[in-house]
């Protein structure tokens, strides 16, 4: 932390250096002296799927406003992704978006999304964070558990490889452990109650596989589709660093994307809408389709507490995982990242992990909602169907059907999926207006980009606005 007249102390301790810890560790480092950020597998320095992260061999979507976060903490980001062969487009002119069969029109929206692969974003922000100064990178370390003295948290057990346990001391350990956290374990040998858990299992499995992108290939830059009621089957399409398409099928309840390639099309054939397997018939495939199965989403009540250890923090997927085909798990672990930054800057009596907690159940409270919601219009999904869950799966479905034709309505959806806007949005008289009248029929838009690529020549925007 930083002391009264601005000067670091402290230790800070974060286990995982995934995405939400590397972002958690950013911000700890502009208050206190030494940041250690400690995971267990061996991190490859040019980037690539590891062990830790089986999930970076499948598409993954950074929403805008986790996009914006991101160029706040790391200033430059956006010139040096693209450099490197990452995208920024336009969310809504250069996507063919499918929800419930439809196709949302296409138009210029100002919301940029970031294209670029998960192994290599993490490449990138680890690069970045080991160049902070006080900040070290531990790999190939295990964090066994918190160790305490009393009510506060003072450290950390770790097991280097061909060593024996030792223990790290620290004024604040962050858990960023992910999917596979023990923290439920960690609070018990503590003496504290687990935090209380929602979960809901969608039964989803996906199968990626990457192909060659070539100028042409398609008029998008990327495909979604999602999964309708009477078609439980999805997939994305997304233009990547070296050349590729990572393209990614999903299926629920069973219907499981096959693992050889000719199985794997046919199933894209099943999708709701052809799109996406035209474009696979066009494409030349670089790897092997694989296989994960998702787990549980399960969010974990820690702001419901009543006792929790001082000098302890849970971030990321360790504290909310969720359904990975909204794409929001990244986007939130920023926004969280963004509220500890805030909370450790604040002068308060109230404990940190009180104060981040509370805060951080706001930040999810949305995406949650959101993606539970959009799971529970499937009948084999167990869970609750309150009449505000029924209501507005239906509403959702009515402004599905107007954004076909109606491009504004088409942009307050995605400005909530995409967190930028509150879900209220869909509801403003504005939108709530076209959504409920008839929807003339128009042409189908053309394609069109109203976010500039980094390096774009003088006059882009006024020609994109022309064209438009």
Known sequence: MRDGDGTERGHAVVAGAGIGGLLAARVLSERFARVTVVDRDALPAGGGPRRGVPQSHHAHGMLSKGFEVLQDLFPGLREDLVAGGALVRDVQGDVNWFNDGRRLRRAPSGIPCLMVSRPELERYLRSRVAALPGVEILQRTEVLEPVAAGRRVTGVRLLRVNAEPEVLAADLVVDATGRSNRGATWLRALGYAPAPEERVDSGLVYVSREYRRRPGDADADAFV???SADAPRGGVALSGEGDRWLVTLFGMNGDVPPVDPA????FAARLPVPDL????ERLE?????RLMRSPVSVRRRYERLDRFPEGYLVVADALCQFNPTYGQGMTVAACEAAALRECLAEASGEPLARRFFRRAAAITDVAWDMSVGGDLRFPFVAGRRSPRVRLLNRYVARVHRAAEADAAVGRAFLAVA???????????????ARVVRPARPVRAA????SVPS?????GAEQQERAAS
């Open 446 to 449: 053309a394609p069109l980009r």
């Open 277 to 280: 397997h035209r474009l696979l």
């Open 418 to 432: 995409n967190l930028e806007e509150p879900p209220q949005r869909l509801l403003a008289p504005a939108v709530l």
């Open 285 to 289: 495939p670089l790897t092997e389709p």
């Open 454 to 458: 980094v390096g774009a020549g003088p």
């Open 225 to 227: 589709v999602g999964a």
């Open 263 to 266: 199985g794997y099309h046919r």
